[in-house]
């Protein structure tokens, strides 16, 4: 019994340790004393496979440039050129403030737990555990969630990649072949490539991949933007505002691309110099800025010199008879195969832990083998029987990604700032009840886009 009293006593002492005050980076944030304030969790990380500020760059410029880009001239279409530039570089400006957000709650909880680094599922289940009694039941369902929605997310835009590359490779293949080669045989050929990919373990090793992902994105970017701009013109068929009806598509199509948040806590706690992640000039910063600039300038000019005559993708308006357009394809295309062990490197993470202490420790080697490739066999069979999946993982990025990229960030830093430190006239507290409502337009209407294509695919 002495002992029981002991240990809730000192249970007791540390929840009154994680409900006192302090400052990080200039910004009041939850509750702490004097020893969560000389608890730095820098300080505890392991250095032993961290990356440098211009590895963890490149592994976020890379997760937010992917495919999306190709499709934002014809978001821009949707929404009208004046509200699709604008809106395009205000949902950028959401979407950082979201990272920013759920990457300071991070360090701040980190603290309160005197933990060294937090994943993002953690970091809420960690919000909800140390806030206020009333939200303290949900901690483990919201884990829970963080890792189920991080998994069905990355995973589904997995599978969009493996049928992305074999398309572009179909595209240029078959037209030097003059056979017409089924897409699924491409899909084949693909897999050693991504078995490979699949068994890097460590952000690390990804780093090269990365670079050279960026390099021929860049590439396949400026052929792009040649093709853009020589034929620019101010088309009759241009329009400054769309329709009502139109502007869910841009916002769907915008939000979705530009997300990249379930990479963000894995890149942040392999850094380096962690203090770099956050800041001004900082890695988010820099990214976000790059990002959100060739977003807007490809989907405007794009728009410009298509007009209403622009493709999903805009590749698709580049003749495959020129050799540049032939090379934007086969560039664009090892990018995203590239990109692959990155997108997959999260989910592949949460099923590992997941299924970890049911393997023997002896056979933990060969287990984590099997698995992963067990997954990556599991998205080369899903693009083998459903080629046209993107409607299907647009709806479940419609579901997850409006959710994981800016509720959770805007929930976790609300709990987080509970304790009377939500700012003059709790203008934190409205600051995310707005984040949460504009999210939940991102999910209604995306999802009622997403089915509503899926209804016009398969009728």
């Not at 990604?401 to 509970?418: K, N, Q, R």
């Amino acid at each position: 019994m002495g002992k029981d009293t002991k240990e809730k006593s000192a249970s007791d002492n540390q929840m009154q340790e994680f409900n006192s005050s302090t400052k990080i980076a200039g910004v009041v944030i939850g509750d702490y004393n004097e020893k969560d304030e000389l608890y730095n969790p820098f300080e505890h990380r392991d250095k032993k496979n961290t990356n440098s500020d211009l590895g963890a760059l490149a592994h976020l410029l890379k997760s937010s440039l992917g495919t999306g880009v190709l499709a934002m001239p014809s978001a821009i279409k949707n929404g009208g050129l004046v509200i699709g530039g604008i809106g395009t570089i205000i949902i950028g400006f959401i979407c950082a403030h979201c990272v920013h957000i759920l990457v300071r709650s991070s360090h701040v909880l980190c603290k309160r737990t005197k933990t060294s680094s937090m994943t993002y599922a953690e970091t809420a289940e960690a919000a909800f555990l140390y806030g206020p009694k009333s939200v303290r039941p949900f901690a483990n369902i919201s884990r829970i969630f963080v890792e189920i929605a991080l998994c069905a997310t990355y995973i589904g835009g997995a599978c969009v990649y493996v049928v992305f590359v074999a398309t572009s490779i179909q595209q240029v293949a078959n037209y030097y072949s003059d056979m017409d080669i089924s897409i699924r045989t491409y899909i084949i050929t693909l897999i050693p490539a991504m078995l490979l990919l699949g068994q890097v373990r460590n952000l690390k090793y990804l780093v090269p991949f990365s670079m050279a992902a960026n390099v021929c994105m860049m590439v396949g970017f400026a052929i792009t933007l040649y093709y853009v701009f020589s034929g620019i013109q101010t088309s009759t068929n241009v329009k400054l505002f769309s329709s009502i009806e139109q502007l869910p598509t841009f916002f769907a199509t915008v939000i979705f691309a530009i997300e990249g948040i379930g990479v963000v806590m894995p890149v942040e706690n392999s850094m380096r110099n962690p203090h770099h992640f956050l800041g001004c000039p900082s890695v988010l910063n820099i990214t976000m800025t790059i990002v959100v600039s060739l977003y807007t300038i490809l989907g405007v000019f794009g728009y410009l010199t298509y007009g209403e005559d622009v493709k999903g993708s805009i590749t698709l308006n580049i003749p495959i008879e020129d050799v540049l357009g032939q090379a934007v394809k086969i560039l664009i295309a090892i990018a995203v195969l590239f990109t692959y062990g990155l997108q997959y490197f999260v989910p592949l993470d949460i099923i590992w832990h997941s299924l970890k202490e049911q393997c023997s420790h002896k056979y933990q080697g060969i287990c984590q083998i099997i698995v992963r490739v067990a997954m990556v066999l599991f998205t080369i069979i899903v693009a083998l029987v459903v080629p046209d999946l993107e409607p299907f993982i647009s709806l479940v990025g419609a579901v997850f990604f409006s959710v994981l990229g800016i509720s959770i960030p805007a929930i976790v830093e609300t709990i987080s700032c509970w304790e009377g430190h939500l700012g003059a006239y709790n203008w934190r507290l409205w600051k995310n009840c707005v984040l949460v409502v504009f999210s939940m337009f991102a999910l209604v209407f995306g999802s009622w886009i997403s089915i509503r294509n899926i209804i016009n695919l398969y009728p």
